[in-house]
Every structure is written in structure tokens, then in C-alpha cells.
């Protein structure tokens, strides 16, 4: 019967990893389905409501550029829509040359950050003009602001205050206009924040998110040209791949989003402003790595973004404790070493009392395989018997696989935090692993801990007496194999680590369980 519940128990592990691994989380089947109804719905009428008027022409102009360069960041600001064109990342490198670049190459329908959208104003190629210059941030000069101005048909004028912050990748952003005619719409920009959207595990979602009354929202258009409208009270919207994000927070108060696809999996977020002549709106925009402290500053939900999945409660405070040592040891390998050994520290008196029961078990099997033969053909006189057997000797067959499900949460939530936190990107061990998020590129790592995988369940007490179930352990090494020859290296250096400890706890057991211990009921 234990047998049967340990394959059951690491088949179930098996579909969870999987089920992580190859699908991303997703909202209840019916949800999505009267969301995707309400979807189509708001579309159609965005379609019928929005007729297709002839902007009016913008007067030509020089388009002038401004680079602004941080310790963090490089951005380039454009006079052409008054918007950024180029915002790179100085700490990351993107995974061919240079730096991660989180906005586009500009295409014709590629919209900037920050360019602002008005019916029957072609704003995006209006020029605004400015008196300042490029500039430099560092420790002496934290902090500086940059004004644009347009001033454009109809009374219409525009201003935008940016400020840029050396230690901190967002840019507050004051908006005054006048002479607002219609509706105003700030653009976040077309896929702005997306580094790679074919990198990174399946699971991990790529495009559009909203903060709507404190609920995410991953909902798109499904056909180019379409828009789909959120309202409610908007925390934020932003777009995202699986290290970064941009992100642009209102911060007194908006009640409407509209996402509009373009082209492919193109998308722009536009945040709707109160119909008003005279709008002042004030807005912070975050555009970099998906650092947990960064983003946890800001206090509005966004560090939610990290893909914690289900045990953030057991993944966050070990990926606080890695990045401690981290700062001790200097490798993010060397951290994924000692933190394995720490949780087998922790789950070492509850391993040894498995392997107790398992050889207590173990001890029983000749006097189980006569009760089977005596009463195979009643089920009930068998169950019973069995029972009383346990009892006698004091032994609970639950108790071998109960320490293993404990587990299971811890191991979900490490995997979670070594898949998606944006430290172990690029993160080198030694040799041949240059980088922990990525696939071991020699396969050595998965190779090894199917080997160690192997060499645990030969050290196992077998308390299976169906050839077959004990045919099905020894498969499941190969099984494990073949599915982490994809996993990122970091986590396979965990499994494996996690392997080798329990060998040499086995085998301690094995040398020092007195013959009494073994019959000890847990």
C-alpha cells in the first residue's frame, strides 16, 4: 500500500512541475469565457463609436533629441511626439550584443512611451520643443527635470515635466494641457517593457497587464485594430515579459484603460484621461527589471507580477534568505548549494523518520504477502488484518510518504523563485553554467541527477511485492531526466544537490538504525 502512495505522491509532483512548467496560470475556464463574451461586446461598440476622422496636419519642424543617462538607464527623448524612443538598461545585457532595450525598433505603427493620443490631432509626429539639454545623473546630482512644450491648432498646448532619478528606474511625469477638445489618451507604447518575448519558461506571460480594483487583468484584443477598454479603479497598467516590466501609475486616479493590438502580438496601452478643456494629471512610470524590493516599494500590488505562483508565501522568504547570502558569497550557484543544504537541514528530522518507517515496513513485507495470500478473495478480512498487523508492531505505512508531501510546497516554491527571479538572468556558476535561468547546454547537470536519482532508489527500502510498481520506481529516474534536460540549470543544480545530501543521510540510516528503531511505529 505504501508503495502504491509514494508513486502516487511523486506522480503527483510529476503533474504539478509539468503543469507549472508547460501552462501558464490561467482564471476559471467560465470566467474567461463571459470575460472573452464582455470583451467582444466592448470592442464591437469601440468600433461602431469611434469614427475615422483625417487628423489635421502638424506643422514640419526639426525633431530634436535629448539623452539622458543614469548609473541604471539610457534614455533618448524625442521632440517628435514629445516621447522616449530608446530606454536601455545599463545593468542588464540583452541576450545577443549590448544592453536589454525595452522599447521596439521603430516600425510604422510602433507608438512611443508617453506620446499622447487626440482625436484629430496627429500628436504623435506634432514636435514639442524644449530649452533643456542632455544630461548626466550620479551620486552629486540625483535628481533633474526636462520640460517639452507644443503649442498646436485650436488653442491647444501641452506641456510635460519629466523628472529622471540617478538609483531608481522610474520618471515622474506632470501633464498640463489646455484647449482639450476631445478625449486625451497617454500612451504607455507599443510592447515598452517587453525584452524578449519568445524567451523565458511557457508559463510566463508576455503582453499586457491592469490593476483593476486590485485584481489582474491579462484580457487583449484578439484582432489587429481592435481595442478592449478596462475601467474601474486602475492602479496601474503595464506590459511585461518575464524580468521586466513598464509600468505607468496614475497617481490621483484613473478609471479607464484601453488596450489596442496592432500587428502580431503588438500591443499599446492607453490610459483614457477625464473629458476636460483644462486636464493636470500627474503620473510615475516605472520601466525596468522585475526586482522584488523595487517593485514592493512602490506599495501598489505590482511585485505580483513576479511569477511566485501558489507558494509565494514559502518562495519569498527564501529568495529573501538566498539574496542574503548572496551578498556573502558572491555566486548565485554557491546560494542555490547552501540553500538546499539549509531546507535539508530543516526537513532532515522528518526525512529520517521516513526512511524509519519505510524500513519498518520493509521488515513487515513477508508477513503482509502472507496475509494477501490468505485472504485475497475478501478485500475487508485483508484491510482488517493488515490494520491490526500495523498496530501490533506499531508501525503507520502513512508515515514514509507523509515527510515527502511536506515537501512538495518548499520544492514548488524554490522552483518558482529559481524560474522566474530576474538575479539568477545571466547568472554564472562555474564551468560549463553560464547561466543558471538557462538550460544546461552539455545536459551534464540532468544527466548527473538522473544518475543520483538512480543510485537513491537502489539505497531505498522496496516495500513494493508487485514486480511491476517496483519497475514503475526505477522509471521514474529517467522520466525525471528527460524533463529537466529543458529546466533551467540553476534548478537542476538544486534537485541534484538535494539528491546527493539524501544519499549520504541514507546511508547513514542505513548503517546506524538499530534493528528496534526499524520496528518503531512513527
Known amino acids: 500500500m505504501e508503495s502504491r502512495f509514494i508513486v502516487a505522491m511523486v506522480a503527483s509532483l510529476l503533474v504539478i512541475i509539468g503543469f507549472y512548467y508547460f501552462f501558464p496560470q490561467q482564471q476559471p475556464k467560465k470566467a474567461v ?59 542588464y545585457a540583452a541576450n545577443g550584443k549590448g544592453f536589454v532595450q525595452l ?27 524644449t530649452d533643456g539639454k542632455g544630461f548626466r545623473l550620479d551620486q552629486n546630482k540625483n535628481k533633474e527635470t526636462i520640460t517639452l512644450n507644443y503649442i498646436g491648432q485650436d488653442g491647444l498646448k501641452i506641456e510635460k515635466r519629466l523628472t529622471f532619478y540617478n538609483d531608481n528606474y522610474r520618471i515622474d511625469m506632470d501633464l498640463h494641457a489646455e484647449g482639450v477638445k476631445k478625449t486625451l489618451h497617454l500612451s504607455l507604447g507599443t510592447d515598452f517593457g517587453i525584452d524578449n518575448k519568445v524567451g523565458g519558461s511557457k508559463a510566463s506571460h508576455v503582453g499586457p497587464v491592469v490593476s483593476v480594483d486590485s485584481k489582474l487583468k491579462l484580457d487583449v484584443p484578439k484582432e489587429e485594430g481592435e481595442a478592449l477598454p478596462y475601467q474601474g479603479k486602475i492602479a496601474w497598467a503595464a506590459s511585461e515579459d518575464k524580468y521586466f516590466i513598464a509600468a505607468i501609475i496614475p497617481k490621483d486616479g484613473i478609471e479607464d484603460v484601453v ?86 537541514i530543516i526537513f532532515a528530522p522528518l526525512t529520517h523518520k521516513s526512511y524509519k518507517s519505510m524500513k519498518a515496513m520493509q521488515k513487515l513485507q513477508p508477513k503482509i504477502a502472507t496475509l494477501q495470500e490468505k485472504f485475497k478473495n475478501d478485500k475487508q478480512k485483508l484491510n482488517i488484518e493488515m490494520m491490526n498487523l500495523y498496530k501490533t508492531h506499531k508501525v503507520n505505512p502513512v508515515s514514509g510518504c507523509l515527510p515527502m508531501v511536506i515537501q512538495i510546497p518548499v520544492f514548488i516554491g524554490l522552483y518558482n523563485v529559481l524560474s522566474n527571479a530576474i538575479e539568477f538572468r545571466h547568472a554564472p556558476f562555474y564551468w560549463w553554467i553560464k547561466d543558471l535561468s538557462a538550460m544546461d547546454p552539455y545536459y551534464i547537470l540532468p544527466i548527473t541527477m538522473g544518475i543520483t536519482m538512480l543510485i537513491q532508489q537502489w539505497m531505498t527500502p522496496s516495500t513494493a511485492t508487485d514486480p511491476l510498481q517496483a519497475k514503475m520506481m526505477y522509471a521514474m529516474p529517467v522520466i525525471f531526466t528527460y524533463m529537466f534536460l529543458s529546466f533551467p540549470s540553476g534548478l537542476v543544480l538544486y534537485w541534484l544537490v538535494n539528491n546527493v545530501l539524501s544519499i549520504g543521510q541514507q546511508a547513514v540510516t542505513n548503517r546506524y538504525l538499530t534493528p528496534s528503531a526499524q520496528t518503531e511505529a512513527a
Open 259 to 344: 488596450i489596442k493590438k496592432g500587428r502580431g502580438k503588438m500591443f499599446n496601452t492607453l490610459i483614457k484621461m477625464p473629458q476636460a478643456e483644462i486636464i493636470k494629471k500627474s503620473f510615475l512610470l516605472y520601466a525596468g527589471p522585475k526586482e522584488y524590493n523595487r517593485l514592493e516599494a512602490l506599495r501598489l500590488g505590482i511585485e505580483d507580477t513576479i511569477g511566485l505562483g501558489w507558494f509565494w508565501f514559502i518562495g519569498l522568504p527564501l529568495f529573501q534568505v538566498m539574496k542574503w547570502l548572496y551578498k556573502i558569497v558572491g555566486n548565485y550557484g554557491v546560494v542555490i548549494i547552501l540553500i538546499t543544504v539549509i531546507v535539508k
Open 33 to 91: 469565457e463571459e470575460k472573452t463574451v464582455v470583451a467582444e461586446k466592448k470592442v464591437e461598440m469601440l468600433k461602431e463609436s469611434q469614427p475615422v476622422k483625417k487628423a489635421k496636419p502638424i506643422a514640419a519642424s526639426v525633431e530634436r533629441e535629448i539623452v539622458v543617462e543614469s548609473d541604471l538607464y539610457k534614455a533618448v527623448l524625442t521632440g517628435k511626439g514629445g516621447a522616449i524612443k530608446s530606454w536601455e538598461l545599463k545593468k
Open 103 to 129: 522599447i521596439p525598433a521603430k516600425e510604422e505603427d510602433v507608438v512611443y512611451p508617453l506620446s499622447l493620443e487626440l482625436e484629430g490631432a496627429d500628436l504623435n509626429n506634432a514636435i514639442f520643443t
